[in-house]
C-alpha cells in the first residue's frame, strides 16, 4: 500500500522546546493530513494541507508541503508536556476515497 | 455537537469465539470507516461505507470479519472466529463529505480488544 512513513519513529525533547516530524510518500497526493493520537484514544484531526499549497498554520503547529520531494514537515513549537503523543500523517491520492496512514512518530515532551 | 461513539472500549475474548463492536458516527457524516490499529502502528482501514452502501472493503478478511450500516447511520463490525492475530484497537471514524472526497475524519475512542 502506499503509505507516508513519518521519521523519526520516536522523539523526545524537553519543554518549551520546538518539534519537528517529517512524512514522505511515494505517489502524488490530493491532500496529506497530520493528526494526532493520545494514549489509549483516538485519533484527532490537526491539520489538511492540499497538494497546491505549500504551508499552514494552527496556532502552535505549522505544516510544510514539498510535493517535488513528496514529503511534508509538522512543526510544534513551544511545546508542552501535554503535547505528548503519537503523531500521523495521513495521504490520499489518485482516485481512492480514503486516507492511508503511516505507523507514526511518538513525541515525548518532557516537563 | 456529539463525536463518534464507540462500544465497548474493552474486549477479552477466547481464540474462536465472536465479537462485536458498534460505533454511531457525528449525526450527518455520510461516510463510515472502520480500522485496524495494531499497537506501534498506524490505523489500517478495514472497509469504508458512504450511507448504507461499502465503497471499499478490499483489505476487511471476509472469511471472518463482517460489517454493516443498514440504515446508512449507525455500524457494527464482527469478527467471527476470532484468531490471536486480530488483538488490535478497531477505530470507527466518520466523515461529512457525501460526494468521495477525502476531508477530515473524525474517530471515536476506538474498542481494544485481547484475543487469548
Known amino acids: 500500500s502506499q503509505q507516508g512513513e513519518e521519521d523519526p519513529q520516536a522523539l523526545s525533547i524537553q519543554e518549551g522546546e520546538n518539534a519537528t516530524m517529517n512524512c514522505s510518500y511515494k505517489t502524488s497526493i490530493n491532500n496529506l493530513q497530520w493528526y494526532r493520537q493520545n494514549s489509549g484514544r483516538g485519533l484527532v484531526h490537526l491539520i489538511l494541507?492540499?497538494?497546491?499549497?505549500r504551508e499552514k498554520h494552527s496556532g502552535r503547529l505549522r505544516v510544510t508541503l514539498d510535493t517535488s520531494k513528496k514529503s511534508s514537515s509538522l512543526l510544534i513549537t513551544a511545546s508542552r508536556a501535554a503535547d505528548t503523543a503519537s503523531y500521523f500523517c495521513a495521504t490520499a491520492y489518485g482516485s481512492a476515497r480514503q486516507l492511508t496512514f503511516g505507523s507514526g512518530t511518538q513525541l515525548t515532551v518532557l516537563p | 455537537e456529539a463525536g463518534v461513539a464507540q462500544s465497548p472500549r474493552y474486549k477479552i475474548i477466547e481464540k474462536r469465539q465472536s465479537v462485536a463492536f458498534w460505533c454511531n458516527p457525528i449525526s450527518g457524516h455520510a461516510t463510515l470507516y472502520w480500522y485496524q490499529q495494531i499497537l506501534g502502528q498506524g490505523p489500517k482501514l478495514l472497509i469504508q461505507?458512504?450511507?448504507?452502501?461499502?465503497?471499499?472493503d478490499s483489505q476487511l478478511p471476509k472469511d471472518r470479519f463482517s460489517a454493516e450500516r443498514l440504515k446508512g447511520v449507525d455500524s457494527t463490525l464482527k469478527i467471527q472466529p476470532a484468531k490471536l492475530e486480530d488483538s488490535a484497537v478497531y477505530l470507527c471514524?466518520?466523515?461529512?463529505?457525501?460526494?468521495?472526497?477525502?476531508?477530515?475524519?473524525?474517530f471515536g475512542p476506538g474498542t481494544r480488544l485481547l484475543v487469548l
Open positions: 471514524a466518520s466523515s461529512f463529505l457525501r460526494d468521495g472526497g477525502v476531508g477530515t475524519q473524525y
Open positions: 461505507f458512504q450511507n448504507n452502501g461499502v465503497v471499499d
Open positions: 494541507i492540499r497538494s497546491n499549497e
